[in-house]
């Protein structure tokens, strides 16, 4: 037994690769979209990480005290790299280790109880905490940087309002906290994927924080998910949008500024800053992540669904 885990081990070391790729347009012209600058795409290979196998990434979270960068699969695994970017170009992403994420008793999760799908990067009283939302069963709960439960003082972090907290309240078991984030004024914030259950599929997206609903958000395209938030500097937040036509197989992505603080009518104000779609040209996957590196920089990143047509694609841009 101890010789095939070490074989599956080697394997996915000497198969492991980051591979620089386009996903452009041939007629791309990056003065159109100038407030997101495009400036590297990795295509990511690495078989298994450890004991894990490396698929599905739905969640990003970076730590720019160490340089650390954690990737969360939709089957609770959470990967820890060494990140290295110079002059604009991702040129290290060394795998570090893979843990199963486990909870308060050391028990490893599993799929049928919790689908990890979103994840962010918290500093509370001196600990970095990171919180994770959960579809199948929908929750957010709070981990060390190694992937084991916190509870106890992190409890008031990982608190939903009552609509939430409800299975039925949602469209599907597969469309409920896709995303979070936290910021000082609002504390964490989710979304879930789609509109809840009692509203039509087109319908605004509403923003949630520990008091309910903060506000309701302008859809960038007629049927499109948020599949992750992320603070930015000012105190707004960035969503990720992605919508998916399974007669054409065409995806589009988007990227949609929020404003918090400027809201009519219950809605907040937004800003659609790059509309994506595959008949345009770009080589788009199913992306899911996304997180803040500083200094402007963004990094997403494409679940493959463990499909071989499928890619996970690292891309790191610069918001102006």
């Known amino acids: ?11 996915g070391v000497l198969f492991a690769k980051m591979e620089s ?3 452009f347009p041939k007629d791309y012209n990056q003065t159109v979209t100038s407030k997101v600058t495009f400036l590297d795409v990795k295509d990511l290979s690495f078989g298994h990480i450890g004991w894990q196998q490396f698929y ?19 089957r609770s695994r959470l990967f820890k790299f060494k990140f290295v970017i110079k002059k604009d170009k991702i040129i290290t992403l060394k795998p570090l280790w893979a843990h199963r994420l486990r909870d308060k008793k050391g028990r490893k999760f599993f799929i049928k109880r ?4 979103g994840m962010t990067l918290v500093r509370k009283e001196g600990q970095k905490v990171l919180l994770i939302s959960f579809e199948q069963q929908p929750k957010v709960m709070a981990f ?12 008031t972090l990982t608190r939903l309002p009552k609509i939430l907290q409800k299975v039925k309240s949602y469209r599907a078991k597969n469309t409920m906290l896709e995303s979070i984030t936290y910021t000082k004024k609002f504390g ?3 979304t879930p994927e789609y509109p809840l259950a009692k509203k039509a599929l087109a319908d605004p997206h ?3 924080n520990q008091k309910g609903e903060i506000c309701k958000i302008r859809k960038t395209n007629p049927y499109g998910a948020i599949t992750e938030l992320e603070t930015m500097p000012d ?39 790059i509309n994506m779609t595959n008949k345009q040209g770009w080589e788009l996957d199913n992306f899911e992540g996304l997180t803040y590196l500083g200094n402007g920089l963004y990094l997403m990143i494409s679940d493959d669904n463990g499909n071989i047509f499928q890619k996970t694609l690292l891309v790191l841009f610069h918001l102006s």
């Open 144 to 155: 060390d940087l190694e992937g084991r439960e916190i509870t106890g003082r992190y409890a």
């Open 21 to 23: 790729i386009t996903i």
């Open 235 to 273: 105190g707004n937040l960035l969503a990720l949008q992605r919508e998916f036509d399974p007669a054409t197989f065409d995806i589009i992505i988007s990227l949609q500024k929020i404003y918090l603080n400027h809201q009519k009518k219950g809605f907040c104000q937004t800003e659609d800053l």
């Open 114 to 117: 919790s689908d990890s799908e």
């Open 56 to 74: 599905g990434i739905s969640a990003l979270a970076y730590d720019k005290d160490t340089d650390m960068l954690y990737m969360l699969s939709d």
């Open 188 to 190: 964490v914030i989710v």
């Open 206 to 208: 509403s923003l949630y």
């Open 1 to 11: 037994m101890k010789i095939f885990a070490v074989w599956i081990a080697l394997v």
